[in-house]
């Protein structure tokens, strides 16, 4: 049975339902688990003897606090990551995550172009599933130096700048190696032939059943699972 890619309004219905008061997560347990998934999918196609140092670029919603959390972790399991997070964001969740970054010594640097030098992979998580429009300043500046940069990226859950339904319009963001959907694919990831992994291990069966993600096993204790070779059906 065939995993379903999500659309933007799907994806919205089954975040609003895992925080309702039936769905009794809070958007810092959903955060906590996403980068944490985000974290070990890197860890597992990117080692650190190869791919220490990790650029976490963050934008100033959800998405963004997944990289936060992602780079904590990955801080703990042995990588050296700086973060990039030009815009951010002034609500308490947020500036206890940069404080927890900060407590483990994670640089924050305040221009991309220059250490990228330095970097052996990037971490996107600037924009998530609720993106659309233009790309408003000062990202539309960073997403044309991630189109330009040789240096590999992996993106969470949707590549930034892309459109969640259509994909890369008019060739206008980067295409990164690898992409970890969170909860279940969004559509945009039919047009993605990279390296897939889907984390976020905190669907219940019932919600599966509800929206038929049919979600795979996830192996063991594991906190992603690779779907690079799945099929996937439109929902």
């Avoid at 940069?98 to 970097?119: H, M």
């Amino acid at each position: 049975m065939a995993l379903k890619y999500l659309t933007q309004r799907v994806a919205q219905k089954i975040d609003e339902e895992l925080m309702s008061q039936a769905g009794g997560f809070s958007i810092d347990q959903l955060m906590e688990l996403a980068g944490l998934s985000v974290a070990q999918a890197v860890a597992k196609v990117y080692s650190k003897q190869t791919h220490s140092q990790i650029l976490v670029c963050c934008g100033p919603g959800n998405n963004g606090g997944d990289g936060l959390v992602a780079a904590r972790h990955l801080s703990h399991f042995g990588y050296n990551p700086s973060i990039f997070y030009p815009k951010q964001a002034k609500k308490d969740l947020y500036e206890r995550l940069v404080t927890q970054c900060n407590n483990l010594n994670i640089p924050f640097v305040n221009e991309l172009t220059p250490v990228l030098s330095q970097t052996n992979l990037i971490l996107d998580a600037i924009f998530g599933f609720s993106f659309s429009g233009e790309i408003r300043p000062p990202f539309g500046e960073v997403i044309q130096v991630l189109k330009e940069t040789k240096v590999p990226i992996v993106s969470v859950d949707i590549p930034s700048g892309w459109d969640l339904e259509k994909g890369n319009i008019n060739n206008r963001s980067f295409t990164p190696v690898m992409l970890i959907s969170l909860t279940a694919p969004k559509l945009c990831a039919q047009h993605f032939k990279g390296i897939h992994y889907l984390g976020g291990r905190f669907v219940t069966p019932e919600l599966e059943k509800k929206f038929g993600l049919h979600i795979p096993a996830y192996p063991g204790i594991e906190q992603v699972v690779d779907i690079s070779n799945l099929l996937i059906e439109n929902l």
